[in-house]
């Protein structure tokens, strides 16, 4: 069964391009990583070069498995004693309690959660300069991975990863009274897949999972290649190295909506996995994001997704 999609803009979908929407996930939480070997602890872990980070920057990084597969993948804030985690919605606690099991007794580290209660949502749109405004982010972060703290709030600014915006961490209980100063329309999951499908990006569940590695899904961007060992460093060094990456995420246009699961097939033999699927209210079609073998995965291919024809194009989508 397919899910629901939206067939024509709706006001969360203009929002988006031309107002501001909010993105309220649930248990979109935050987790403190301390303590003087905190970021050599991190850095030993994933993929991104923590230790060139300075305070008032950030990054998305990938922990890998030791076959390199995506186990987390989360933003970490550099801050003068202490990296804020932004883990995927829902996965707090499995990223603390994976992080706590790879504490050695010589590690001075300790991951844990916020005193009190901290909440985040995601303010997106060409007016959302105007919304934090309001709550007193007249200035706000220039650069990609910049963020500021301004009464008790902490403003990110963040273009690569998730849908671009602004996310706002801020204590749990003010979190209603200052969504009601915006006046940003809520933005519904489903029109959230939507404008995440056109843009072209990987999501936790979707195609950042243990089926795949970080070059496959999407997030080669988020994986340093001038620093030292990590879990799964090598395989992923490799594969750069010697253009080994077999698998990579495409979209794929097609007269009727896929199904997220459903086999992608060349000539009856599986080549790879729808991993999204939407209608597009910006192109009027059905789009989807797929993780298709070479040489299937090339521009112009058409391929068979349960009897119906698609087409496999780069990312993101032209017209997006």
């Avoid at 991190?42 to 993929?47: E, K």
């Avoid at 980070?53 to 202490?82: K, N, Q, W, Y």
């Avoid at 010589?106 to 709550?135: E, N, S, Y």
């Amino acid at each position: 069964m397919t899910e629901p999609f939206i067939t024509l803009a709706s006001p969360a979908y203009d929002a988006l391009l031309h107002g501001v929407a909010v993105w309220r996930p649930a248990s979109a939480e935050v987790l403190l990583l301390e303590d003087a070997d905190r970021v050599d602890f991190l850095q030993r872990m994933t993929t991104n070069d923590i230790k060139r980070l300075r305070v008032g920057e950030s990054c998305v990084t990938v922990l890998t498995s030791p076959t390199a597969r995506i186990v987390h993948v989360f933003t970490v804030l550099a801050d003068t004693e202490t990296l804020w985690l932004l883990p995927a919605p829902g996965d707090a606690a499995a990223l603390e309690r994976h992080l706590r099991g790879q504490i050695f007794f010589m590690d001075k580290v300790r991951v844990h959660r916020p005193d009190a209660p901290l909440l985040r949502f995601r303010l997106i749109g060409p007016q959302a300069p105007a919304a934090l405004a309001q709550i007193g982010f007249v200035s706000l972060p220039e650069r990609e991975g910049e963020w500021m703290r301004l009464n008790g709030l902490i403003v990110l600014k963040q273009e690569s990863y998730d849908l671009p915006g602004y996310e706002v961490i801020a204590p749990a209980e003010r979190v209603g009274a200052i969504l009601e100063q915006f006046q940003a329309v809520p933005l519904d999951e489903v029109t959230y897949t939507a404008r995440r499908v056109e843009l072209g990006r990987p999501a936790p569940g979707a195609e950042l999972t243990e089926e795949y590695n970080p070059l496959e899904a999407g997030m080669a961007w988020a994986c340093a290649e001038n620093k030292g060992c990590y879990t799964g460093q090598e395989i992923i060094a490799r594969q750069i190295t010697y253009d080994k990456v077999t698998r990579m995420l495409v979209g794929l246009r097609s007269p009727a909506l896929l199904a997220p699961g459903a086999m992608v097939t060349v000539e009856e033999r599986e080549v790879g996995r729808i991993t999204s699927a939407a209608f597009s209210p910006q192109l009027q079609a059905p789009v989807a994001l797929a993780i298709l073998k070479r040489p299937h995965n090339t521009p112009g291919t058409t391929v068979v997704v349960n009897g119906v024809e698609a087409t496999v194009v780069a990312l993101p989508f032209t017209g997006a």
